[in-house]
Each structure stands twice: as C-alpha cells, then as structure tokens.
C-alpha cells in the first residue's frame, strides 16, 4: 500500500475573512480507500496559519484522486500575509505537516504522516482565489 497524499488545489478568501480551503486527496496505492479524518497544520509564508481538520468522508478509487472542501479560520498573522499577496499579485509559499487517516478496502485504518510544501498564485480574474 502506497501512501496518500495531501495538497491545496484551491483557496478562497470570503468577504469576512473566512478561507475556503479545497484539498486535493491523491490515492497512490492499487486498492480503493476510504479518507476518514484530515488533520494538517498549515503554514503560509512564514506564518502558522491554523490547523486544517475535517472528515472527508469519501473514498478514492485506486491511483486516482478527489477533492474535498474544509472551511478554514486562519490566524490573523496568515490573514495579513495572504492580504499581501493577494493586494501584490504575487504567489506565496505554503507548508502541510499533520495526519490522514484512510481505511484501505478490506482492511483497518492507518494514519499516515504528511509533510507538503507547495506555492500558491492568485486566479486572474478571481479576486481572492488563489491557486
């Protein structure tokens, strides 16, 4: 069994504040899984940004992967970092670290480590969307 992996497909800030966070879930493995509990600390910048958790509740077919949405409350310190961004059109650099646990078809549930660093880019023509 390969290990799962996490990333952020898109995130959009709201009017007050809130961010919506769209994970994109990649099964590696050759066996379908089911996504059960997310737990990822986020960093944006340089700046711890809160915790994203949620239940994705969904299964992924072998070698294939799926998105789910976590609404998110960052800290202020990543609200002003990614209003920099977004008010320079410029990217910014995100960090993943935390669990995913996935129940393999026909088997009992693991957590797995995951540790991700990606860049995020604002949207032309999406105003608070970065992806």
């Known amino acids: 069994m ?5 990333s952020i497909q898109q995130l959009t800030v709201g009017a007050d504040g809130s961010w919506s966070v769209e994970l994109r879930l990649q099964n590696y493995s050759s066996i379908p899984m089911r996504f059960d509990a997310i737990s990822l ?17 969904i299964s992924i077919g072998p070698e294939s992967a799926d998105v789910v949405t976590l609404a ?3 800290t202020s310190a990543a609200r002003i970092a990614m209003a920099d961004a977004l008010g320079g059109n410029h990217g910014i650099g995100y960090a993943l ?12 549930a693991r957590s797995f480590d995951i540790k991700r660093t990606s860049s ?9 969307v970065l992806r």
């Open 97 to 108: 670290e935390g669990t995913l646990r996935v129940v393999p078809e026909d088997k009992g």
């Open 72 to 74: 998110h409350a960052p």
């Open 41 to 57: 600390a986020m960093t944006l910048g340089d700046q711890p940004a809160g915790t994203l958790q949620g239940n994705a509740g």
């Open 2 to 6: 390969s290990e799962p992996s996490a």
């Open 120 to 128: 995020l880019n604002p949207v032309p023509g999406l105003p608070g």
